[in-house]
């Protein structure tokens, strides 16, 4: 009768094991991604109905639908400025909507007398239309869409916007306005706040505030995750590179109080547009659009100023 030999049971009793560790990784990866792709949602801050009731101040902002390029659907408020007056819009931060940046945005529309739009970003806000976020990639095709939409707006068969568009962006947003903003001839100018490297380094982050732990092997099984979910579609196109195509463009880099990498990672990025003589750099703010939400109103007032004066500047003197 033939023995086994004791490599053949101990292989037969790391099997098992091993297809346990396999199947706790596997189900860890695929909890990350779901986790990660799918922001964090709360109720609004505020909603322009709302603000109208604190400010005292008639807000004529109208909710909005539109279809991205990719046939889905996006939704934001629209505040109508002057016919044939630029348009600005305003994109906010991973895990934030629109909401965070309504105030800053009635601002420009009573000082300039611009056209502001506020898009939810895909994956984000009460209920999205499209539940995942891929962290930058998929939402500079979406910014693109909604300048598409802010040109078909009429008044009396007139365009609502003139040709020149400002968009600004935090984080998430400003990755997605910057990589949206080369593409588009008539975006003249740019507000890009705490920029991320890349996608990569969104997710990552991403990874740390769902699980509370900057780890190194739960950010690896996330990023291999992501690109198997997407299918080898990940776009992780480094801002420097969409910097680089920016040319005569006016742009208005914010950093300061927040975490420290999108500090550096914007600092770094300054050195990659190639119009020294249109780029302004503001890296040591005590408030960002980062934590706009926490501002205190003198605070908060001298950023929105900072942001209102540079697209006044930027976009009237466009050609």
């Known amino acids: 009768m033939a023995r086994r030999t004791p490599g053949k049971k101990l292989l037969k009793m790391l099997l098992p094991i ?90 420009l529309n009573e000082t300039t007398n611009f056209t502001v739009l506020w898009p939810d970003l895909r994956g984000h806000g009460i209920e999205p239309p499209v539940s995942w976020t891929s962290f930058g990639g998929k939402e500079a095709e979406d910014v693109s869409a909604a300048l598409d939409y802010l040109r078909s707006l009429k008044t009396q068969e007139r365009p609502l916007i003139g040709p020149h568009v400002g968009l600004y962006g935090v984080e998430l947003g400003a990755y997605a306005a910057l990589r949206a903003g080369v593409t588009d001839a008539n975006v003249r100018a740019l507000v890009l706040d705490s920029v991320p490297d890349s996608p990569n380094d969104t997710l990552s982050s991403a990874v740390r505030e769902s699980t509370g732990l900057s780890n190194g092997l739960l950010k690896w099984l996330a990023h291999s995750g992501t690109r198997i979910y997407f299918v080898g579609g990940f776009d992780s196109t480094r801002s420097c590179d969409a910097a680089a195509k920016t040319g005569d463009r006016r742009v208005l880099l914010l950093a300061g109080s927040g975490p420290e990498e999108l500090r550096a990672s914007t600092m770094a990025l300054a050195q990659c547009f190639p119009n020294p003589a249109g780029l302004e750099v503001q890296g040591d703010l005590p408030l960002t659009g980062y934590n706009l939400p926490s501002a205190t109103g003198e605070q908060g007032e001298a950023y929105d100023r900072r942001v209102i004066d540079f697209f006044d500047r930027a976009l009237r003197a466009s050609p």
């Open 18 to 107: 091993a297809g346990l560790l396999l199947l706790a990784v596997a189900l860890t990866m695929m909890w990350l991604v779901f986790k990660v792709t799918r922001p964090p949602r709360q109720e609004f801050l505020v909603t322009p109905e709302k603000f109208t009731l604190l400010s005292e101040r008639g807000l004529k902002a109208t909710n909005e639908e539109w279809a991205n390029r990719d046939g889905t659907k996006a939704r934001g408020w629209l505040l109508r400025g002057a016919e044939g007056s630029p348009a600005i819009i305003l994109l906010h931060r991973y895990g934030a909507d629109r909401s965070w940046l309504l105030n800053l945005g009635v601002k």
